[in-house]
């Protein structure tokens, strides 16, 4: 008893044939394999729900509380990204965000991909910031060009030392270029953790303030899986940070393709509502990226 006896030797073998087979054929392991490798719940455990083995996670905002987690390592350089399934139906008042953050009270680096929710059938924005040695107020807003609660779509920050590009699936959304040379700070030397967050925003989140969340609608949902961060890890080996060899530093990753450079165009042109660049209420004085970078 609690010996496993196989009915026929045949059977035996042909699991064993299949450990050996199966597993060895089928695609590298796609990493990293669970939510808890590399992240921990920050904000509310309860409202955090592994599903999929923990391949996948739900996060859930309803009345009492919102939630978010973070990467348990930080990194400087790499390349992070996501697959994102957010809030269907009357998500107005919500906000979902995604980012990377430095951590740091002062000289506060941070990345920022934010999705505002919208009332049923209006288009969901997403707002971009960037925080380099501790200076933000650099929004922009794209409003998607597809439902993103219908699917998983890929979100993804990447960040070497020539520029950060956020892209939504193949499309780059924003590009910061590192602009160094010309006295404009870049990120560059704080390592940064990934982070998520769920949470109510609705003073300012849609219509500046004037749609607000519609608690009989709760719980609200959003899905992630995917996770994949692929980057140096600090504390980690010091020289990884400035091996050029790294991929996400390589020629392909320096500056956009033609064809990246097409869609960031598409974007730009079709479907962004708003750019601080050309905010001039706000900026009298073209900030000196908007005017470097392009
Ligand atoms: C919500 O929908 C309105 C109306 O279509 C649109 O003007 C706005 O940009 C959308 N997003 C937010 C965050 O308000």
Redesign the pocket.
């Known amino acids: 008893m609690g010996t496993l006896t196989y009915p026929n030797p045949n059977a035996a073998v042909s699991l064993l044939f299949c450990i050996l087979v199966c597993f060895s054929f089928s695609p590298a392991w796609a990493r990293p394999a669970t939510f808890l490798q590399d992240f921990r719940v920050t904000w509310s455990d309860a409202h955090i729900k592994q599903i999929d083995g923990g391949r996948a996670i739900q996060l859930v905002l309803d009345q009492n509380s919102g939630c978010g987690f973070a990467s348990k390592s930080q990194y400087l350089f790499g390349r992070v990204s996501m697959k994102i399934k957010l809030i269907p139906g009357d998500s ?1 008042g919500t906000v979902t965000a995604f980012y990377m953050n430095s951590d740091t009270d002062t000289i506060r680096d941070e990345l920022d991909f934010e999705f ?4 049923s059938g ?4 997403v707002q971009t910031n960037v925080y380099a040695h501790g200076k933000g107020d650099r929004e922009q ?1 794209v ?1 998607l060009w597809f439902d993103p609660a219908l699917d998983f779509h890929t979100y993804t920050i990447m960040w070497n030392h020539f520029h950060v590009v956020f892209y939504v699936d193949e499309v780059p959304i924003r590009v910061y270029k590192n602009n160094e040379g010309r006295g404009i700070p870049f990120p560059k030397s704080q390592p940064m953790g990934v982070y998520s967050t769920l949470w109510e925003a609705d003073d300012w ?4 303030g004037i ?1 607000k969340i519609d608690w009989s609608k709760a719980p609200f949902y959003s899905y992630y899986k995917d996770f994949d961060i692929e980057g140096c890890p600090v504390p980690g080996p010091s020289t990884c940070a400035t091996n050029t060899r790294n991929w996400w530093e390589g020629a392909a990753y320096q500056q956009l393709s033609a064809e990246e450079a097409r869609r960031y165009r598409w974007v730009r042109m079709n479907h962004m ?1 708003y750019d601080y660049c050309t905010d001039k209420s706000r900026y009298p004085v073209t900030p000196p990226e908007c005017v470097a970078g392009i």
Not at 122 to 125: G, K, L, S, W, Y
């Open positions: 107005a505002l929710g919208n009332r209006q288009p969901t924005t807003r409003n989140a849609t219509r500046g749609e509502i």
